[in-house]
């Protein structure tokens, strides 16, 4: 079974520095697409970055970046100029070969002021 | 927001009791889901839908049933509710197959 892991329960940063979330996980297919979505207190789930398997660019979007390592499984965020408004839970989740997302536990990002 | 609505956002019942909790959305997607987001596990899969009528399991799905009659509307409902339900329950909607999933704001079910 596809897994994706989490392994930063939490992850905090000075305002302005740049901070990189880690998201591993396993699977055997070689397409499928991975997200990070962002949950902030307000708890609605927003859809932060996109990435498709076949696709050797990393996304970008603003301040946020991925890593996409599809050798070593592994699908990092970076976050660049972090902002207060970036405090939240972060999610990695894997799409399969079935079209169901498969969820991390998450990451608490804190930002400090 | 891909005009999703889930209601109610807030409820606290008993346990035993029946619980309905409704998602509506105004864009006619085919694809429909319910989860539920529990600390230290992300959201899991409870029920899903590939159309009117045409709904499957997940990984969590026993104690609930759902429904979807019409496009815009996917129930799911607690038979029985038992405490391990307490959580926050999540509709998600997806244009197609293979893209990302957009949610509604959550509906925070406690079970006394």
């Known amino acids: 079974a596809q897994t994706v892991t989490q392994s930063q329960p939490e992850m905090s940063v000075q305002e302005a520095e740049t901070v990189t979330l880690s998201c591993t996980y396993d699977?055997?297919?070689?397409?499928?697409?991975l997200f990070w979505y962002k949950q902030p207190p307000s708890r609605q789930m927003i859809l932060v970055i996109r990435?498709?398997?076949?696709k050797q660019q990393n996304a970008t979007e603003n301040r946020f970046s991925v890593n996409f390592q599809k050798a070593a499984k592994s699908f990092s965020l970076k976050i660049s100029d972090s902002q207060l408004g970036d405090a939240a839970m972060y999610f990695c989740?894997?799409?399969?070969?079935?079209?169901?997302?498969?969820w991390g536990a998450g990451t608490k990002l804190i930002i400090k002021p | 927001d891909a005009g999703i609505t889930q209601s109610p956002r807030h409820k606290v019942t008993e346990t035993g009791t029946p619980v309905t909790l409704r998602c509506h959305q105004t864009?006619?997607?085919?694809?429909m889901y319910w989860y539920r987001q529990d600390p230290g596990h992300g959201l899991r899969l409870i029920h899903y839908?590939?159309?009117?009528?045409?709904?499957d399991k997940g990984e969590v799905s026993d104690g609930y049933s759902v429904s979807r009659s019409k496009t815009e509307d996917f129930l799911l409902t607690l038979e029985s509710a038992t405490s391990s339900q307490t959580s926050v329950y999540f509709c998600?909607?997806?244009?197609?197959?293979?893209?990302?999933?957009?949610f509604g704001q959550g509906t925070r079910l406690t079970v006394v």
């Open positions: 998600a909607i997806r244009k197609t197959e293979n893209t990302e999933a957009f």
């Open positions: 864009e006619n997607h085919r694809y």
């Open positions: 839908s590939y159309g009117v009528k045409d709904t």
């Open positions: 699977t055997s297919e070689s397409d499928y697409y």
């Open positions: 990435q498709e398997a076949y």
């Open positions: 989740a894997f799409m399969d070969s079935n079209y169901q997302l498969i």
